[in-house]
């Protein structure tokens, strides 16, 4: 009896880790270019759009829109005169189920060294925005913008990289391809 | 056949995204199609203008763009952070006012300034790299261009703080130049943050301020961008909902007041990879992106108003109106908090915007109510323009030919004319008869003037009699060869009747009389006082009642009459069917008498000949509170008409007509034509006078052929043509045209 209850243990532990790891591989996976998904089926990634089937809800990635501004006058100006990184994104993320679904997200601007920095995003009222909650059966459209990137120098290429979550539960990185950075005057 | 169908959906998709494809196919100058410049450099470029453009660096203003254009100089008033050409500066002031430069490369044949010719007074206010001028140096540059002459000036710049269009009220000075110089037209880029603007706390210490920023800042402009596709570009700041707040006494609103919204101040313009001159030599062009590119844009747009009426440099609150009014609407329909009043637009500007009004020494009169008709007795007038005005007072000139008798369309309405007009036609035993006719009523605008009737009685002594409404010229006794066509119309001024169809198209009465065997009288009434008086509608005519005489004799067989016919025509408001009220009101009570000598010859059964000439005497009293006046209140005028028609010609059912005539004509008189033509920079109305003599310098004659025929099955064969030579009695002034048409019945 005692070395039933052992090995019925033992094959529990066994069973979680390797549905532990297999969580982790599929969370790795989703970072990836090729289509894919995780062996629960719980996030599904294909170009720009992630989908998270088991809860409803669907993200379609915009282009980026990456500049420096040299408008006389620029606030912290770079060694150039320039701006630092100013960044516009979009997204539209949508919530096909029945209820309220949490979506919060973390950007990165990637450089071409593959330098992270993370970007402070606010809507274009300079609200703060780094989540929000999608309301059951709609479709809402995520306006960002950011002003503290690095000073990159015009006409080099660098990308967003994002980590997205719902509910806290569920998590998938993605990243947008490499765009210019372009100059305003 | 695939390739066919490819080939021919390729040409399809070109024809039909061609336009597009020019524009955005065109680095040089799609920003300056966008917003409609071009059309307006035909008359206006910005000569005489002064614009300021305060900028970061000295503008180069030795740029073949610049050089070759209006004067250029730039102001530094010790500036010596940047002492340096700016390519900045030198991209804004060559989009103002390039385009002189044709030096032979793609750049400078093919780019396009928006007021080439008007002058830049650059300063020299910001350096990017290593400071600025103190704030209160903008006084200074404001206060040296105003005083120069220049009532706009260019900021493409912004505070350091993103999505703040001026920086906080303490430290701001717009709040005290804006209303201040409130003659000059301020346009401020927005900037390039990709934000909505936020709150802008407002209190002005200028003299006279009301604290009310949507009346103290009405001659501000703030400029977002959009790219080609007229997208806003998504680093362009926008207006948003927010506003310059207002201080209530004892805080600062919480909320947004009136017309202080941001979005009511905000349009846009072409801001996105910007062709123009830059700064590292006289040749050199570059491309460029920013609300700073876009802001000039506006700012050469109030230089071709500010150029174009000089009215407009004492009244910068009406410029700004109306680049504001006449915008094309981007975005959510409206004013809205991406595209405020949209984008700006060089043509619509330039147009007439509100009521429109005609003046004469300070006495306005409205446009609209000034139903103005040359006729074609006194069709002479029709190369003067007059000027009108709109409600920004701006002057717009107005050819009177545009009122004259015209033949464009005739063609038209012959081809689509029908041989049995929708009426219907009852005859009653004893006599009587009446006639209902639709013709020209419009079941969406119901007016009993358009509704043609007739009520006759003939009796069999040969006595009868006419009473309706409408055209009455196919009722009378005359010669059928003489109205058609273009005699058959509205300007029958040549035919049987030519004084008595200036009242023709109202009420009338007419009464037939045998007297004897050979002989009849027929005399009537014409009134066209009718219910019509729409708004500037073409068809009007003044008020005008006729008595028409006539007798009539034929010869024993038949073949030959003659008839002498004397009308009596007295016109409540013009002589001779030029008409009007309100502004060209210039007549009072004119009478014309006149005598018509006409016969008719039926040469055969099928063949006939047809005359009529008319001499008649005008004579009234004259007014002078109009913008026309008669200087002599007798005139004479003639009238000629002669006609041929010839049935069965080449086939059976075949019928010719052909007539010359001569529409009335008046010999000789002076006219005086006076009005408002311009309002100066100060306000003061300029008047226009102009002696006009009524010896037209040219005599109208018309050459009309009809011919008809019918075919096989139901269907006919009709060709019209017409020559019009010295049309409107001008020398060497002609018209013409030709027409074909085939109808079935099935």
Request: a negative charge.
């Amino acid at each position: 009896m005692f070395i039933l209850r052992k090995l019925i243990f033992f094959l529990g532990i066994t069973c979680f880790v390797i549905g532990g790891c297999k969580t982790n591989l599929a969370q790795q996976d989703a970072g990836s270019d090729s289509p894919t998904h995780n062996a629960a089926k719980e996030v599904y990634r294909e170009g720009n759009s992630v989908r998270f089937p088991a809860i409803g809800i669907s993200v379609e990635l915009g282009t980026p829109y990456l500049w420096r501004d040299w408008q006389p006058t620029v606030g912290n100006p770079g060694p150039d005169g320039g701006s630092p990184l100013y960044v516009s994104f979009n997204f539209l993320i949508t919530n096909s189920s029945e209820s309220h679904q949490e979506m919060a997200w973390v950007v990165y601007v990637k450089d071409a060294d593959n330098v992270l920095r993370e970007l402070r995003f606010t809507d274009r009222s300079q609200m703060p925005l780094n989540s929000m909650s999608i309301a059951p059966d709609k479709a809402v459209t995520i306006e960002l913008v950011a002003h503290n990137g690095p000073y990159l120098p015009i006409g080099n290429m660098a990308s967003l990289h994002l980590e997205l979550s719902v509910n806290n539960k569920y998590h998938v990185e993605q990243h947008t391809t490499p765009v210019i950075v372009n100059q305003t005057m | 056949m695939k390739t066919l169908v490819l080939v021919v959906s390729m040409v399809v998709c070109f024809l039909f995204f061609m336009p597009l494809h020019t524009v955005s196919a065109d680095p040089y100058r799609w920003n300056t199609i966008r917003i409609g410049v071009k059309s307006v450099h035909d008359t206006e470029q910005g000569e005489g203008v002064k614009v300021a453009v305060i900028d970061e660096g000295v503008i180069r203003c030795n740029h073949y763009e610049l050089i070759l254009s209006g004067p250029c100089s730039t102001y530094s008033a010790g500036n010596t952070y940047f002492p340096y050409y700016s390519d900045h500066g030198t991209h804004v002031a060559t989009t103002i006012a390039g385009d002189k430069w044709s030096g032979g490369t793609t750049s400078s044949t093919q780019f396009v300034g928006v007021a080439p010719d008007a002058e830049i007074l650059g300063y020299n206010y910001l350096g990017t790299y290593s400071g600025r001028m103190p704030l209160n140096a903008q006084d200074i540059f404001i206060s040296h261009a105003y005083r120069a002459g220049a009532r706009v000036v260019n900021m493409s710049y912004s505070p350091t703080a993103a999505g703040e269009l001026f920086h906080s009220w303490s430290n701001e000075r717009m709040y005290l130049l804006i209303p201040k110089y409130s003659n000059m037209v301020f346009v401020r880029a927005a900037g390039n943050d990709g934000l909505n603007l936020s709150a802008q706390y407002y209190w002005s210490t200028a003299s006279g301020a009301s604290q009310h920023p949507d009346t103290d800042l009405k001659n501000l402009i703030i400029v977002g961008a959009v790219d080609r596709n007229m997208n806003i570009a998504s680093w362009s700041n926008r207006p948003g909902n927010d506003c310059f707040r207002r201080w209530n006494g004892s805080s600062w609103a919480t909320s947004c007041k009136g017309r202080d919204a941001f979005k009511h101040f905000f349009v846009v313009a072409p801001g996105v990879d910007i062709v123009a001159g830059c700064d590292q030599s006289t040749t050199h062009y570059c491309t460029m992106s920013g609300t700073s590119m876009a802001a000039p844009h506006v700012t050469g747009v109030v230089a071709l108003l500010q150029g174009h009426w000089p009215v407009l440099l004492s009244r910068a609150g009406s410029v700004a109106n109306i680049i504001f009014h006449t915008a094309q609407d981007l975005g959510a329909p409206g004013v809205d908090a991406v595209y405020g009043w949209g984008l700006v637009r060089a043509d619509r500007a330039m147009s007439p915007l509100g009521e429109r009004y005609l003046n004469k020494n300070g006495k306005v009169y409205a446009l609209s109510s000034s139903r103005l008709r040359v006729s074609s007795a006194l069709a002479v007038l029709s190369p003067e323009r007059i000027a009108f005005f709109d409600e920004y007072d701006r002057d717009f000139q107005i050819p009177l030919a545009s009122f004259a008798p015209s033949y464009d369309g005739i063609l038209n309405r012959w081809i689509k004319s029908e041989d049995t007009p929708d009426q219907s036609s009852t005859n009653i035993p004893d006599g009587f008869s009446y006639t209902v006719s639709a013709d020209h009523y419009d079941p969406s605008h119901p007016r009993l003037s358009d509704l043609d009737f007739n009520l006759s009685y003939q009796a069999r002594d040969g006595l009868g009699w006419d009473f309706g409404q409408g055209k009455i010229i196919r009722h009378l006794d005359t010669a059928e060869s003489l109205t058609f066509g273009l005699m058959a119309n509205n300007n029958n001024l040549s035919g049987t009747y030519p004084v008595g169809s200036i009242a023709n198209g109202g009420a009338y009465g007419f009464v037939h009389q045998p007297l004897g065997e050979l002989f009849s009288l027929t005399s009537g009434i014409l009134s066209n006082t009718t219910f019509t008086s729409a708004v500037e509608d073409r068809n009007y005519a003044p008020g005008a009642d006729a008595l028409v005489l006539s007798l009539k004799r034929t010869s024993q067989n038949r073949r030959l009459s003659g008839q002498i016919t004397a009308t009596y025509l007295t016109e409540e408001d013009g002589v001779l069917g030029t008409g009007g009220s309100g502004g060209l009101h210039f007549t009072d009570g004119f009478n014309s008498n006149a005598i018509t000598l006409g016969t008719r010859y039926q040469v055969d059964a099928d063949y006939s000949l047809s005359t009529s000439f008319t001499k008649a005497f005008s004579r009234g009293a004259t007014v002078s509170d109009g913008l026309l006046s008669l200087e002599s209140n007798e005139l004479t005028s003639t009238a000629f008409a002669l006609g041929l028609e010839k049935q069965r010609w080449i086939t059976d059912t075949d019928q010719l007509k052909f007539s010359i005539s001569q529409p009335l004509r008046v010999d000789g008189g002076h006219m005086t034509l006076t009005h408002g033509d311009f309002y100066d920079a100060d306000g003061m109305l300029h008047n226009r006078k102009v002696d006009i003599d009524l010896g037209a310098s040219g005599r109208q004659i018309d050459y009309q052929l009809q011919y008809s025929t019918s075919l096989k099955k139901n269907r006919d064969l009709g060709l019209f043509a017409y020559y019009a030579q010295d049309y409107l009695h001008r020398d060497n002034h002609h018209d013409y045209g030709i027409g074909v048409r085939l109808r079935g019945t099935y």
